[in-house]
C-alpha cells in the first residue's frame, strides 16, 4: 500500500499577526499582500495557538482544516522547504525590474500659485516648451512602434501643473490618440492643489483618462488656509472643496487621494476636519492619506514646527483611529494589499521625470542636483541616458542589509524606502523596530 506523504508547512516569515481592541485578529502576510480578520471561535483559539509557535515549527497540512486551507491559500502558511528570501527576491524581480511600464512624470512648469509654509521649491519661471511637448510625444511614438512597452502612464508635477492648462490637456490628448492608435492602454494623474481644476476641466480631464489625483488639504480652512495660501497671500480652501465637490456629483470614474500634511495643531483638530470629510466625500473613489510636516531642505526649514520622534507615532495612530471609526477608505492600507507598493518610484528602471527643459530626472526631492540628472531627451523624440547616474537609483540587491533577509516587512520596504542615500554612497539604513510598529499600528486599525 501507498501511502501519501504529508505536507508539511509553517508559517510564513512575512506573517503578521495583530489583536484589535475588539478582540478581533488579524493575519497579514507582506509578500502575497494577504489580509484576513478572524471574529469567532473556534477559529480565535486555534490561530492563538499558531501566534505562540516558534519560527519554523512544522504544521502537517490538513486540507479539511479550514484555517490550514485558507491560511495556505493566501499565503499566511507557506510550505516548510521554500526559501521565502529568494521568494521576495523574485517578487522584486517581477513587479519592480521586469516592470516595462512607460511611466513619465512631467513638469510643465516650476511655478505655482500657491506659497505653501514648508514647500521645499524655488518657483523658477521655467516652464515646458513646445519642443519638449513635441519631442516626448515623438519618444512615446517610437517607443509604441518598437513595442518596448505594454502601457503607458503620465504623471503631472510641478509647481502647479495646471498654470499651464491648455498646454498639458493638448498634450495629454495627444499621447491617448498615440496610445490608442497602438491599441495601448493610457492613463494619467497629477499631483496638484486643485484650485485651477474647475468643473469645466475636470470634464477634459477625464476625457483625456487623467483620472488619479493627489490633492493636499491641511486640515479645515483655520488651518489648512494659513499653511497653503495663494501668492501674496489669500484663502485656498473654499476653491479647492468647491471644485472637490463638483467631482463628488459626477459619475465618474476616478482616484482622488486626500492628503494632509500634519503637525500638532492639524492633529488637534483632525476629528472634526475627517467629519467634515465624511459629510462631504463619504466616496469609494477618495481615499485618505496623511503625513507628518517635515523638513525637506527648503528655505523655509528653519520655520517649520515639525513633529518628531514618538509624537509622529503618536500622532499617526490617532489620525488612523480617526479615520477607521468614520470607514473612510485609508491609503495607508496599500502597504499590505500591494507588496513592493512603497518602493519609491525613483527605484523604478522605466520611470523619469521630464523637467521643463527636457532634462530627465528621478527624484522630485532633488529637481536641481546633478546627481538627480540622468540624461536628457534629445530632438527626435530619443532619450539619452547617462547609464552610470542612473544605476544607483534602480540597483537594489547589493543595498540590502544582512539583517533584511530575516525581517517580516521585507516586501513592504525592500531594504529602504528611499533610494537617496545609496546614489550619495551611503550604506543603506532603515529604523527597523520603528518601521515595524508603525506596520502593527495600521493592522490594529485595518
Not at 465618474?252 to 503637525?263: G, M, P, Q, V, W
Not at 523624440?381 to 521585507?410: M, S, T
Request: glycine fraction near 6%.
Amino acid at each position: 500500500m501507498i501511502h501519501a506523504i504529508a505536507k508539511e508547512l509553517k508559517i510564513s516569515n512575512y506573517t503578521l499577526f495583530a489583536q484589535k481592541d475588539d478582540g478581533t485578529l488579524v493575519a497579514a502576510n507582506t509578500l502575497s499582500g494577504a489580509i484576513i480578520h478572524i471574529h469567532q471561535e473556534p477559529f480565535l483559539s486555534l490561530v492563538q495557538k499558531y501566534m505562540s509557535l516558534e519560527k519554523d515549527t512544522i504544521i502537517e497540512y490538513n486540507e479539511s482544516d479550514e484555517i490550514h486551507k485558507h491560511f495556505y491559500q493566501q499565503g499566511v502558511f507557506v510550505d516548510a522547504d521554500v526559501d521565502e528570501y529568494e521568494m521576495t527576491l523574485y517578487g522584486y524581480e517581477q513587479h519592480i525590474v521586469r516592470d516595462t511600464t512607460l511611466n513619465l512624470t512631467l513638469i510643465p512648469t516650476r511655478q505655482c500659485n500657491f506659497r505653501c509654509t514648508y514647500c521645499y521649491e524655488d518657483f523658477q519661471n521655467k516652464h515646458m516648451t513646445d519642443d519638449v511637448y513635441e519631442n516626448l510625444l515623438l519618444y512615446i511614438e517610437n517607443s509604441l512602434e518598437k513595442k518596448l512597452h505594454p502601457k503607458v502612464v503620465i504623471g503631472l508635477f510641478g509647481g502647479e501643473p495646471f498654470l499651464f492648462f491648455d498646454k498639458v490637456y493638448n498634450f495629454l490628448k495627444k499621447a491617448k490618440e498615440i496610445c490608442e492608435r497602438f491599441d495601448i492602454p493610457f492613463s494619467a494623474g497629477a499631483t496638484t492643489n486643485f484650485a485651477l481644476v474647475t468643473h469645466e476641466r475636470f470634464d477634459k480631464l477625464i476625457e483625456v483618462n487623467c483620472k488619479s489625483f493627489q490633492v493636499t488639504i491641511d486640515g479645515l480652512a483655520n488651518t489648512h488656509d494659513i499653511r497653503r495660501p495663494l501668492v501674496g497671500g489669500g484663502p485656498t480652501f473654499d476653491a479647492i472643496i468647491s471644485n472637490l465637490l463638483y467631482a463628488r456629483k459626477t459619475f465618474y470614474d476616478f482616484e482622488i487621494s486626500l492628503r494632509t500634511n500634519f503637525d500638532a495643531e492639524v492633529v488637534a483638530s483632525a476629528e472634526e476636519f475627517y467629519s467634515f470629510i465624511k459629510q462631504n466625500f463619504d466616496d469609494n473613489r477618495f481615499i485618505i492619506s496623511y503625513l507628518n510636516t517635515q523638513k525637506w531642505g527648503g528655505a523655509n526649514d528653519d520655520k517649520i514646527e515639525a513633529l518628531e520622534g514618538e509624537n509622529i507615532n503618536e500622532a499617526k495612530n490617532k489620525i488612523r483611529e480617526i479615520v477607521s471609526k468614520m470607514s473612510l477608505i485609508d491609503n495607508t492600507k496599500n502597504m499590505f494589499s500591494i507588496p513592493f507598493h512603497n518602493l519609491c518610484y525613483a527605484s523604478k528602471p522605466n520611470m523619469f521625470i521630464v523637467d521643463c527643459d527636457g532634462i530627465l530626472l528621478k527624484c522630485t526631492l532633488l529637481l536641481d542636483d546633478d546627481i538627480n540628472k540622468v540624461g536628457k531627451l534629445k530632438e527626435g523624440g530619443v532619450f539619452e541616458i547617462e547609464h552610470k547616474k542612473h544605476a544607483p537609483w534602480v540597483l537594489r540587491y547589493n543595498g540590502l542589509n544582512e539583517k533584511c533577509k530575516d525581517c517580516n516587512i521585507l516586501p513592504i520596504c525592500f531594504g529602504k524606502p528611499c533610494p537617496l542615500d545609496k546614489v550619495r554612497g551611503m550604506k543603506l539604513h532603515c529604523d527597523q523596530g520603528s518601521l515595524q510598529k508603525d506596520v502593527y499600528d495600521i493592522l490594529k486599525n485595518y
